[in-house]
């Protein structure tokens, strides 16, 4: 059984993340040898690709090896701790990559500002923002009310840009106060492993308990779950207070 859950792991993971075969891939000779780029490819599908995706490689990544080698209780618990991992790591490069864009918008409205008050006509510039969100409404709305109403178009833009670095200012400030109750939560989460390694060290076996006894396997169980539901609770509390 084990041996079959690990080999449906590794057969999905790898189903989900490979990338559609090019024709050329499919003359002969190709397979001969290893493909580097085919790998490349692939990994950057998985990183590239939707999050589910990445958390299901990472998942069956770690849980095969550690089911065949710890058996199904390991297997579930690496899965469940590599997809936890993966799933931050994507939430964390998401909002780093939301950020730099809205720092590359924000910069291209002040450019356009610039180039409102050297006096280009808005006609000119009205095509080049393509910024989206509450600032390419904003902007939209603006180029409409110039053209109904002729009214400054600069003056309200660089309003615009002005309250969007304002309101950028305060979400950075509203990250950097909720970060220390995230890394407490991630902290508390990984109290469970410290536990482990003081029961080895003291002589005990608390992984052969947890990984081979049923007492044991549905202790491991109740700790994922509580993990999960406080890391949960920790991520719902930091992103309502940025809101």
Do not use: N
């Not at 400030?173 to 407490?184: D, E, I, L, Y």
């Not at 989460?189 to 947890?210: K, Q, R, S, W």
């Amino acid at each position: 059984m084990t041996w079959l859950l690990a080999g449906l792991l590794i057969a999905g993971a790898v189903l989900v993340a490979r990338p559609a075969e090019h024709a050329r891939d499919r003359l002969p000779g190709r397979r001969s040898r290893i493909d580097v780029g085919a790998f490349r490819r692939t990994v950057r599908t998985v990183l590239d690709g939707p999050a589910w995706q990445s958390v299901l490689t990472a998942s069956a990544l770690a849980g095969a090896p550690a089911g065949l080698y710890g058996g199904p209780v390991a297997g579930v618990v690496a899965a469940v701790y590599a997809a936890l991992a993966a799933h931050e790591w994507r939430r964390r490069s998401g909002r780093v990559r939301a950020a730099g864009q809205r720092a590359a918008h924000l910069d291209d409205l002040a450019s356009l500002v610039a180039d409102l008050r050297a006096g280009i006509p808005p006609a000119a510039v009205a095509t080049s923002p393509t910024a989206s969100g509450r600032i390419g409404r904003l902007t939209e709305a603006v180029w409409r009310l110039a053209e109904r109403t002729g009214a400054p178009a600069a003056d309200l833009l660089e309003r615009i840009e002005s309250d969007a670095r304002a309101a950028e200012r305060s979400a950075k400030a509203a990250h950097a106060h909720a970060a220390g109750t995230q890394t407490t939560a991630i902290l508390l989460a990984a109290l469970p492993l410290a536990g482990i390694a003081l029961g080895h060290a003291i002589g005990a076996d608390p992984t052969g308990v947890l990984l081979h006894t049923p007492l044991g396997a549905a202790c491991a169980t109740a700790a994922l779950l509580l993990q999960c539901a406080g890391l949960k609770w920790a991520q719902r509390l930091t992103e309502g207070a940025t809101r």
